[in-house]
T-cell receptor
Framework: DTEVTQTPKHLVMGMTNKKSLKCEQHMGHRAMYWYKQKAKKPPELMFV???????INESVPSRFSPECPNSSLLNLHLHALQPEDSALYLC?????????????FGSGTQLSVL | AQTVTQSQPEMSVQEAETVTLSCTYDTSESDYYLFWYKQPPSRQMILVIR??????QNATENRFSVNFQKAAKSFSLKISDSQLGDAAMYFC???????????FGKGTLLTVNP
């Protein structure tokens, strides 16, 4: 199983809503990542978890709250988002967080904030 | 800071022909990895090939090969016998020892014509 599964695939939310994105992998990977990708742009790193601990936060606004309940699961909790937060949110995982590690990506959640 | 430059926003190739996508990068680090990822319309980022900077031998994966010129800081991707399924956005990416962050270029959109 080399899949990273993201749910939901699409999400529409209002600026006052609270929602969560979910990411799951069963490859035994110990590093997991959240990326944000705007249309026609490369992905931008948001967070990195290594061994279930947050190791990198790329100065992401607090309306985005990551959570890693266990080594297979990564969540991104969303609250009071802005329309400019509309984007594709990609989850990825790797064996570890080292620089040579191959990242495996999910298909993303397309988020629209109204 | 490391930067990755892809100078070709769009490229096209005839089916069964060969195409080369360009990538240059800037870094002061001596130890790093370079990657090519493809993103088809399904939006999932898929690793195409990986190159370790300390290896002089160019990486190959079936129809995909790279021309890694470390002194020139150049890392081009050659796709041989192009297939319709190769149509995608291709991102060149760098990951070094300073913070292990994966830095992407802006991407090259490859069209494969039948």
């Amino acid at each position: 199983d080399t899949e990273v599964t993201q749910t939901p695939k699409h999400l529409v939310m209002g600026m006052t809503n609270k929602k969560s994105l979910k990411c799951e992998q069963h490859m035994g990977h110990r590093a997991m990542y959240w990326y944000k990708q705007k249309a026609k742009k490369p992905p931008e790193l948001m967070f990195v978890y290594s061994y279930e601990k947050l190791s990198i936060n790329e100065s992401v606004p607090s309306r985005f709250s990551p959570e890693c309940p266990n080594s297979s699961l990564l969540n991104l909790h969303l609250h009071a988002l802005q329309p400019e937060d509309s984007a594709l949110y990609l989850c990825a995982s790797s064996q570890a967080a080292g620089m040579g590690e191959k990242l495996f990506f999910g298909s993303g959640t397309q988020l629209s904030v109204l | 800071a490391q930067t990755v430059t892809q100078s070709q926003p769009e490229m096209s190739v005839q089916e069964a022909e060969t195409v080369t996508l360009s990538c240059t990068y800037d870094t002061s680090e001596s130890d790093y990895y370079l990657f090519w990822y493809k993103q088809p319309p399904s939006r999932q980022m898929i690793l195409v090939i990986r190159q370790e900077a300390y290896k002089q031998q160019n990486a190959t994966e079936n129809r995909f090969s790279v021309n890694f010129q470390k002194a020139a800081k150049s890392f081009s991707l050659k796709i041989s016998d192009s297939q319709l399924g190769d149509a995608a956005m291709y991102f060149c990416a760098y990951r070094g020892g300073s913070n292990y962050k994966l830095t992407f270029g802006k991407g090259t959109l490859l069209t494969v014509n039948p």
